[in-house]
């Protein structure tokens, strides 16, 4: 499907990669008799119902339809295309893809995703040696160990320094004949305002990369080492790089938080460096924005379903902020979320740096969820006198109001009634009345985002949703003995010389089916990677999908069952074809030209229908 790729590339990489290695990264597994299942990052869920199954290399999600094979799976979960989910793959094996193997129009067909990242890394290259070897960045390193940081450290989160002077960078990529008009684009140099020509964005900066989960470079980061302003320059938005989804240090931390399923998540750079010098290696950050949906989403993907996230704040205010905006996102998320306010004055970076890891663990450990956290928050701001509790009480309504499981919900306002000594139905009362107006007024607001959820992950088709994904089973009872008979070919391929010498699949009423069944039916029924190969050969996700779930689906088949099943479709389909003869033939007795014409034109429309498929397949 691909010309620039050659096939032995591809083989090579099915044969050297394993689908465990690479759903594990960012989803937690579990074995689960011969199959490994977790919660589906492509959509919000509380039970494991995403199976991936190590003997066929496919994955499955029993609850949003999803499924394919890895390069499937990697294309989703990165919002990359067939090409780039191969050269990401090899990649990560060193599996080289020798570049004289692209044409000059090939070459053209390499997204600029893939053109973007690989400036970014020149990029990151440049800025790093530059901290590394030039005289002129004796500052930058001294700053760099004024605050603690280790040469193994710096390493580790590839820091760089950016010369200062308007072109060091400019000059470079120059030499390298980059593409000016994607180094803007990738947010490294700016247009002058003249128009004639361009600057670097990063000057006299401590550089800090911003990598995905995939170990690629998307953005940067750039401090000042004195106090001039703005402290904090970051990358743009480009295509490759979206703050509201991405979280700092997540590549490196992404491992360590699958052990432990608990993440600290605070909102410095230093901050991370910081926890990662004392050991603490399961923290991120984010960048310059407040926690999204998308984040919480990135988060469950390595904590799994039971995993605890920390958010570590350097004042209650801040705090209060933050545990309030976490209530609609993390409830949703069904990730545990907890509190954590350092002593005043010091932030992550300072406290660790002072007081060191044990300390840190310690009071992380006493950190509140989120609604205790609220309760004594109110408790310290407005006191337990009469007027104190009714401030109290007006404060949590809202938060208690907000939470979606009410079982929770009982149980925060038991605490709550105990906390303030007043009786538990009046608290009650006031979070239903609540609760009832919250409903009103903001069921669309809160609910919106949820709905979109499959649109987090970058780059997926709007129409990848869960509804559309799911093959509809239950269309006709002619589909359904169409998916079936899928389900055999697939399951059992004794049966595909049969089928192929009765011409089923041609009779096959459903279009998206028959262009599956064609393809299955390309394909040497007896050869041992003939699932692999089917599944390369798939072009739309639907039907990428459709064949993950009829593989997962397993039956037991044999060859007088197989009979039946095929006598029965053309049963259907014949009886089908002499009905439809037979009211074409009422409706000339009956003159009704009208319904003639529409008879036969859904008849060659389906045709048609066909036609087309045919000449893509
Ligand atoms: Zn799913």
């Known amino acids: 499907m691909v010309a620039w790729i050659p096939d032995n590339k591809i083989k090579e990489i099915q ?6 290695d690479i759903i594990s990264e960012t989803v937690l597994l579990k074995k689960a008799g011969k199959n490994f299942v977790g919660l589906c990052p492509f959509h919000t869920e509380k039970t494991p119902s995403f199976t991936v199954s190590p003997a066929k290399q496919i994955f499955h999600c029993f609850g949003c339809g999803c499924g394919g094979d ?4 990697i294309m989703k979960q990165n919002g990359l295309n067939f090409p780039e989910a191969v050269t990401t793959l090899a990649g990560r094996y060193g599996i080289e893809i020798e570049s004289q193997q692209i044409s000059p129009a090939q070459q053209r067909r390499i997204t600029e995703k893939e053109q973007l990242l690989d400036i970014n890394n020149i990029a990151m290259l440049f800025f790093q040696s530059v901290l590394k070897k030039a005289q002129s960045s004796r ?3 001294n700053y760099l160990a004024k605050r603690g940081m280790s040469e193994i450290l710096i390493d580790k989160f590839k820091l760089g320094y950016a010369p200062s002077g308007w072109d060091n960078l400019l000059k470079h990529l120059n030499q390298k004949q980059i593409s000016l008009s994607m180094a803007e684009k990738a947010g490294l140099i700016v247009q002058r305002k003249t128009k004639n020509g361009f600057y670097d964005r990063f000057r006299d900066r401590i550089i800090f ?9 998307i953005g940067f980061g750039g401090r000042v080492m004195d106090d001039s ?10 295509p490759v790089y979206n703050k509201s989804k991405s979280l700092y240090g997540l590549h490196i931390a992404k491992s360590v938080m699958r052990e432990t399923q608990t993440a600290y998540l605070v909102e410095g750079y230093f901050d991370v460096l910081a926890l990662h010098l004392h050991k603490v290696n399961n923290s991120v950050a984010t960048l310059g924005t407040s926690m999204t949906d998308a984040h919480v989403q990135l988060l469950k993907g390595c904590l799994g379903s039971e995993g605890k996230v ?7 205010k801040a705090g209060i902020k933050a545990a309030l905006r976490s209530i609609p996102i993390f409830n949703q998320g069904f990730l545990e979320v907890r509190i954590l306010v350092l002593p005043s004055g010091y932030d992550p970076d300072s406290y660790i740096m002072e007081f060191g890891k044990d300390l840190f663990l310690k009071i992380a450990a006493d950190a509140l969820g989120v609604i205790p956290f609220l309760i004594e928050t109110a408790v310290k701001k407005h006191g337990v006198s009469v007027e104190g509790k009714i401030h109290i009480l007006n404060d949590l309504i809202k ?8 079982i929770v919900k009982t149980l925060y306002i038991k605490q709550l009634a105990e906390r303030l000594g007043i009786n538990e139905s009046a608290v009650l009362e006031k979070v239903k009345t609540s609760s009832i107006q919250q409903g009103n007024r903001t069921l669309g607001q809160s609910r919106a985002p949820f709905k979109r959820l499959p649109d987090i992950i970058e780059g997926q088709p709007k129409n990848s949703g869960p509804a559309a994904t799911e093959y509809d089973v239950n269309k006709g009872i002619n589909n359904r003995i169409e998916v079936q008979l899928l389900k055999m070919l697939l399951q059992f391929p004794e049966m595909a010389e049969e089928i192929r010498k009765k011409k089923i699949i041609d009779l096959f009423e459903d279009q998206s089916l028959k262009a599956v069944g064609k393809i299955i039916l390309k394909h040497d029924d007896t050869a041992k990677e003939r699932i692999t190969d089917i599944l390369i050969q798939v072009n739309e996700e639907s039907q990428s999908n459709l064949i993950a779930s009829l593989l997962l689906k397993e039956e037991v088949w044999d060859h007088k069952g197989c009979q039946r099943l095929i006598e029965q479709f053309t049963i259907r389909h014949n009886r089908h074809q002499t009905d439809l003869l037979q009211k074409i033939k009422d409706a000339e007795a009956n003159n009704d030209i009208g319904l003639v014409t529409e008879i036969l034109q859904s008849k060659q429309n389906k045709a048609r229908q066909s036609d087309v498929l045919r000449r893509q397949n």
Request: aromatic share 8%; net charge negative; no cysteine.
């Open 209 to 217: 990369p911003i990598l995905n989960p995939g170990n690629k470079i």
């Open 15 to 20: 044969h050297t990669a394993d689908i465990i």
């Open 70 to 73: 890895i390069f499937r799976f």
């Open 310 to 316: 920390i958010l570590v704040y350097d004042s209650d």
């Open 399 to 406: 938060p208690l109001a907000g939470l979606s499981d009410n």
């Open 139 to 141: 500052k930058a390193q």
């Open 229 to 238: 302003l703005p402290k904090y320059l970051n990358s743009p938005e480009s």
